[in-house]
Each structure stands twice: as C-alpha cells, then as structure tokens.
C-alpha cells in the first residue's frame, strides 16, 4: 500500500518524529463526485504552508467548498463527503451574529493523503502569483462521469430561460480548457455544447459552457444527471419537484 508524508509526531520520549499513514483510497462515487466540484467552486487547499507560500512537507490537502445553497452544502457535508469530514456542520457567513444576511455557507474536509494525490492533478505552482492554479487535467475524458457532471451542474451551472438550455459557468479556466471539456462533452456523452464569450465587470474576458438547446440535446443531459440530482436543485434542469 501507497504511503504519503502525513504530520509530525512524538516518540515516546516526546521527540518529534515523522509519520507516515496508508494512502487509504477514497470511495469511486465520491472521487466522481469530488471532480465534478473541482470543475465548479470546490477546492483543494494546504492550511500549513511555509514562507515561500507552498506547503509544507509534512500536511495534506483537504477540499473546501462554499457555496450560496444551504440545501446543497447540507447535502454534500451529510451524504456525499461524510466519511472524509468531521463533525463540525457547515457555517453560515457572514456570521449571523453580525446582524448581516448570510449570502453563503462553508465546510471543508480532513486533511488527507489521498486528496494530497488528486491536488497534484488539478493543480500547478505559479511563481509569478506564489500560489496555486487551478486547472483542467488533460485525462479529464478519463475522469467525468454523469455523477461528476451532475455535480458540476448542481454547483456552477444555471438555467438560462431565454436560451432554454444550461450553461455552466467556467469563469476561472481558460478557453483551450473550456474547449477542452467541450470536446470531452460530445465525445463521452454525445452532448453538444458551444463556448459563450463573457466580459466581466472589470473588463476581463471569460469563457462559458452553452449546451445546445435542441429538444434531444436537453432530454439526454436531463436523463444522464437528474438521478444524481438533489430535488431542490432541479430548476437548474428546468424540471418541477413532483409534489
């Protein structure tokens, strides 16, 4: 079994020694999950890091979400990534006790070896910003199932009620990657999707993901994800709940 540089301990005499643990890996739905959120607002983070802004050689990532639908966080912290979080619940900020309205909620993960692994996929150093960058894996073909999607919908896509269709929001990666994942869209699963040029606020260009919004298109994105979705999270499908 795989081993990874975990967390410094104490012998016996109270010497600090290094540890290492089993890279344990993590359960296939989860992972599937998992990618689908890296593909949206989820993250993978070092809380200890050293004076040059990298991690330090003895601590593990762990994944961070935030996200502005109380019924998703609930439902990923509960269901989905229940075994890789501890007991402390999702919280609310701004801190209610501000008297300010809660836009959003977060939790994050333990620290583990094997999400150390999957940081080293989706993840480059940049020396010019001294942190790290987020990017598309080139295998992402290899990786996105329809829970993955589901996932990515749930948490960065939208339906946009003029187009009839949905759009995934891709701000943060760059046109080659939304391309990218276009392709791997047709090539998987036979979607059809198109890029949609975006200038943001401040002048910035981004690119997003425009399924295509022909009836066979729409149904078979429908059927491949709605058994992944969560009910309350359906209008981004444009579906009613059955009541």
């Not at 003895?58 to 501890?86: G, H, R």
């Not at 150093?125 to 990786?143: A, D, H, M, Q, R």
């Amino acid at each position: 079994m795989s081993v990874l540089p975990t967390h410094l301990g104490r012998d016996k005499k109270g010497r600090f020694i290094g540890k290492t643990l089993p890279l344990v890996p993590l359960p296939p739905k989860l992972v599937e999950a998992l990618l689908g959120e890296l593909l949206g607002d989820g993250h993978l983070r070092f809380n200890k890091k050293g004076e040059d802004g990298k991690p330090k050689s003895n601590t593990n990532a762990q994944l961070a979400m935030t996200l502005k639908s109380k019924a998703y966080v609930d439902y990923l912290w509960q269901e989905v990534y229940k075994t890789i979080c501890n007991n402390t619940p999702p919280h609310a900020w701004p801190n209610p006790k501000t008297g300010k309205p809660v836009s959003q909620y977060h939790f994050a993960s333990k620290a583990l070896a094997s999400l150390s692994q999957i940081h080293n996929q989706w993840y480059v150093w940049s020396n010019t910003l001294k942190k790290f960058i987020k990017i598309v894996p080139l295998n992402i073909g290899e990786l996105l199932t329809p829970i993955g999607l589901a996932h990515w919908i749930m948490g960065d896509g939208y339906w946009d009620n003029s187009a009839k269709t949905v759009v995934i929001c891709t701000d943060n990666f760059t046109l080659s990657e939304v391309e990218l994942l276009i392709t791997v869209l047709k090539s998987k699963f036979n979607l059809t999707a198109t890029v949609q040029r975006r200038i943001k606020s401040n002048k910035d260009i981004c690119w997003r993901i425009r399924f295509s919004g022909k009836k066979d298109n729409i149904d078979l994105l429908r059927v491949l994800v709605k058994p992944h979705f969560i009910p309350s999270m359906f209008y981004k499908l444009n579906i009613e709940i059955e009541k």
